[in-house]
């Protein structure tokens, strides 16, 4: 049977696998070598070598991560913002022009604002909630658009499919940072977008123990992409590939239960006296509720609150919870908070931290794998000795 025709979680197993195991080894091995073999007239992009990206280990985890979602092709990266920059990069040269959603993580909002500007790369930012408006913006020069599946840390959707139908009209390529989704919530290239892209950190890994990332999507971009990744060394290294491949495995099981327990949690806090507002679109009260059923199959294991008060409340509250650690990053099998004003985010201005909405007291929460009711009592607890 044919891995493209079986289910996510058969996929998350089996697709890239090697067909006659090395040495009959269930696990694939790590090849830890820098360096191999190469018969004279072998093209320079077409060498093994660690940094060409084109290990045994590389070549499993490019074979299954395209397969995740339903793609021609991936290639991982030694980062979630090598990834990133390394795609706009190759896709983006000086005079030109793209355009991106109007809330993004702070390391991609700095990248454009700064990295790209000193460049000549021209950005404009878009109204996510006014698709109408999104063509006043197009230039001449305008090449692609660039989103999230889902934000952060405000957990806002996009229309993902009027993204796309906007980039086709209008000859661009589309980009979306599928990190807070996964493959298991959302699958990109099933939707028409040219381009996926992950912090394999995250939730593909889902382990808190390597930094890696990913790109998902269309054969010849990718390829570009890999050529530029190439030249500027952001390879993944083969024991981060091993565990990058082995944290895959159980990804479909890890993020059902992250999303069930962010649904418990938000709830929980929807409901509390001492929470102004939580950011959780699974709610059926948010507002991108709607949007979220008709595209996801799940909502991740991210959700955002506000606190009643302001910065001191908020600190105050995650220095009383036992479970969660306050530490930045997501995805993992841990809980993990933070206050993003002083994390995510902190690059910003105040200024441009307020006109985004994200106030001093936000609070975000990944969801880990403990047990949802032991989260639900240790943030109660917490709720009423601060408040």
């Given at each position: 049977m044919k891995t493209n025709r079986m289910k996510l979680a058969t996929r998350l197993i089996h697709a890239g696998e090697p067909q006659q195991p090395f040495a009959g080894a269930v696990s694939m091995p790590i090849f830890q070598s820098s360096t191999f073999l190469a018969t004279e007239g072998t093209p320079y992009h077409d060498l093994k070598y660690i940094r060409l990206n084109n290990t045994p280990?590389?070549?499993?985890?490019?074979a299954k991560l395209a397969a995740l979602e339903n793609a021609p092709a991936a290639l991982v990266t030694a980062s979630g913002m090598a990834a990133i920059t390394t795609t706009l990069l190759t896709l983006l040269k000086p005079g030109d022009h793209f355009l991106a959603q109007d809330c993004l993580y702070g390391g991609t909002l700095d990248f454009i604002s700064q990295d790209l500007a000193g460049l000549g790369i021209a950005c404009d930012f878009i109204d996510y909630r006014r698709p109408e408006t999104w063509k006043d913006k197009l230039r001449p020069g305008t090449r692609a658009i660039?989103?999230?599946?889902i934000t952060n840390p405000l957990m806002q959707i996009i229309d993902l499919e009027e993204v796309v139908r906007f980039a086709k009209r209008h000859g661009l390529i589309s980009v979306v940072d599928n990190t807070?989704?996964?493959p298991v919530n959302f699958r990109p290239a099933e939707k028409g977008f040219d381009l996926s892209l992950h912090s394999c950190t995250k939730y593909l890994n889902g382990h808190s123990d390597i930094v890696a990332g990913a790109v998902i999507g269309r054969q010849d971009l990718v390829e570009a992409v890999r050529r530029k990744l190439n030249h500027l060394g952001g390879s993944l290294d083969p024991?981060?590939?091993?565990?990058?491949?082995?944290?895959l495995k159980t990804l479909a099981v890890r993020m059902e239960h992250h999303n069930r327990t962010a649904m418990v949690l938000a709830q929980f806090l929807a409901d509390h006296p001492a929470v102004e507002k939580v950011n959780y679109p699974g709610l059926a009260r948010d507002p991108h509720h709607n949007l979220a059923t008709r595209l996801l199959d799940g909502c991740s294991g991210m959700l955002s609150f506000a606190v009643r008060g302001?910065?001191?409340?908020?600190?105050?509250f995650i220095q009383a919870l036992e479970i969660p650690l306050c530490a930045p990053s997501l995805g993992g099998v841990e809980s993990l908070i933070t206050r993003p004003a002083a994390t995510s985010h902190a690059g910003m201005?105040?200024?441009?931290?307020?006109?985004?909405g994200i106030k001093d007291q936000l609070v975000r929460v990944s969801a880990g794998l403990e047990d949802p009711a032991d989260l639900v009592a240790d943030f109660r607890q917490a709720l009423e000795k601060v408040f």
């Open positions: 280990n590389h070549q499993v985890l490019h660039y989103v999230e599946t807070f989704a996964s024991h981060a590939c091993f565990l990058l491949q082995r944290g302001g910065k001191q409340q908020a600190a105050a201005s105040p200024e441009q931290r307020e006109a985004a």
